[in-house]
């Protein structure tokens, strides 16, 4: 019968769990080390088994509520009032799509073998996704696809722009944001060939007549290689900043260092990393707190969102280069009908526009410039790309 340590905490205080260089003595060491004795957290170690009846049952390490799932960064809770996250999470919903393959064991962190905690576990039957909707159900379906890595949230300027004319919708992928984020190997691996049979799911349960679909950055290819394979599911395609040359094809070194071995698995259990730097090393992005607070709860609140992270990019480093040449081979070919527009942010500093142009002409097709936008086009002008997206999208669609 199996058993497992449980570390329980009997102080109040949010644990944290700090990531990073070896301490270095300093002069007052000793001091700082009595100190930190004098402030001590007492833990209760205690064994238990499998079939013992256990709140929180898979908890290895027994933090309070407040500091997640024992592989959190710094804890969940940013404090007792409002928070943005929490507003965010009021507006959306869930919906299943996809099943869980797999034999349906408890799920295990990657780094330690521990049963991870039950915010951790993804659903035993078919996924769970979050997703925000506005608009009327009645009117032409718009479904706004984030990139990597991102949330819904990042399209919250989008959705209220589009929702007198459009049933627009935005959601999160697995692996991000308020979505399922199952363990490699527990249901799903993160290929990207699974995030486009997943995206086929998603979109039969979103949308039973035809939709246009708008994508951001990296996860532009799978969403490329589900439309050529659904044309007659589609009225409109919209990239934003997507990898459409050779050159793209590479993860920048922000997003590269997640799939590294040991250092990649720590970089993405760090929300700054995850979150904060992702988001703002692309462009002319300046992220407010309020904004940020959305961004990191998923990486302070369950080391799922990390170890997802990681999954992801390490299928990125291996397989976007054949993905992006395989959309490459769509966009140019005869038997591609989707009308297709790429709104491209100038400012981009992962993905250089030289090429982008030249590409567009050759594939016949349409090239919106946005000047003061980034990487993240829906971040750095979400309003006007709001516009823009409205302009493209025909109101005489087929619905």
């Known amino acids: 019968m199996a058993s497992a340590m449980i570390l329980q905490s009997n102080n109040a205080t949010p644990l944290s769990f700090v990531r990073g260089p070896t301490l270095v003595k300093s002069k007052n060491y000793n001091h700082i080390l009595q100190q930190a004795r004098n402030r001590s957290i007492a833990f209760t170690c205690k064994s238990r088994n499998d079939d013992d009846d256990v709140d929180n049952d898979g908890y290895l390490l027994d933090a309070p509520v407040s500091a997640g799932d024992g592989f959190s960064f710094s804890g969940g809770k940013y404090s007792d009032g409002p928070n943005p996250a929490d507003e965010w999470f009021k507006q959306g919903k ?12 408890k799920a295990k962190d990657p780094i330690f073998g521990l049963t991870m905690g039950g915010s951790s576990q993804a659903s035993t039957d078919v996924f769970r996704w979050f997703c925000v909707e506005s608009g009327n159900v009645d009117k032409p379906s718009v479904i706004l696809i984030h990139g990597f890595p991102s949330q819904a949230y990042s399209y919250r300027k989008v959705l209220p722009l589009l929702s007198k004319d459009y049933h627009a919708i935005a959601f999160d992928w697995l ?8 363990q490699p190997k527990y249901g799903f691996d993160y290929t990207l060939d699974e995030f486009t049979s997943a995206l086929e799911s998603v979109i039969d349960e979103l949308c039973v007549k035809k939709v246009s679909l708008v994508v951001q950055g990296y996860f532009a290819p799978i969403v490329v290689k589900y439309a050529s394979n659904h044309q007659e ?5 919209i990239l934003l900043n997507p990898p459409l040359t050779a050159k793209h094809a590479n993860l920048p070194s922000t997003l590269s260092i997640f799939s590294n071995f040991l250092l990649g698995e720590i970089f993405s259990q760090d929300p700054l990393r995850a979150s904060d730097k992702a988001l703002t090393s692309c462009g002319p992005y300046k992220m407010k707190e309020d904004d940020a607070m959305v961004y990191r709860r998923p990486y302070l609140t369950s080391g799922s969102s990390g170890f997802a992270l990681n999954a992801i990019s390490r299928a990125m480093k291996k397989e976007l280069k054949n993905y992006v040449e395989e959309m490459r081979k769509i966009l140019m070919g005869d038997d591609w009908k989707v009308k297709t527009s790429v709104c491209w942010g100038q400012r981009d500093r992962w993905l250089e526009f030289d090429g982008v142009e030249d590409f567009c002409k050759a594939a016949n097709l349409r090239l919106v410039e946005l000047p003061m936008a980034g990487h993240h086009v829906q971040e750095d002008t979400g309003e006007e790309l709001g516009t823009i997206i409205a302009g493209l999208v025909s109101r005489k669609v087929r619905i």
Do not use: R, T
Request: aromatic fraction near 16%; proline fraction near 8%; hydrophobic fraction near 30%.
């Open 233 to 237: 599911k589609l009225n409109d395609l």
């Open 94 to 105: 869930y919906m299943k799509a996809h099943p869980v393959y797999g034999a349906g064991e």
């Open 175 to 182: 692996g991000f944001g308020y979505s399922d984020k199952p």
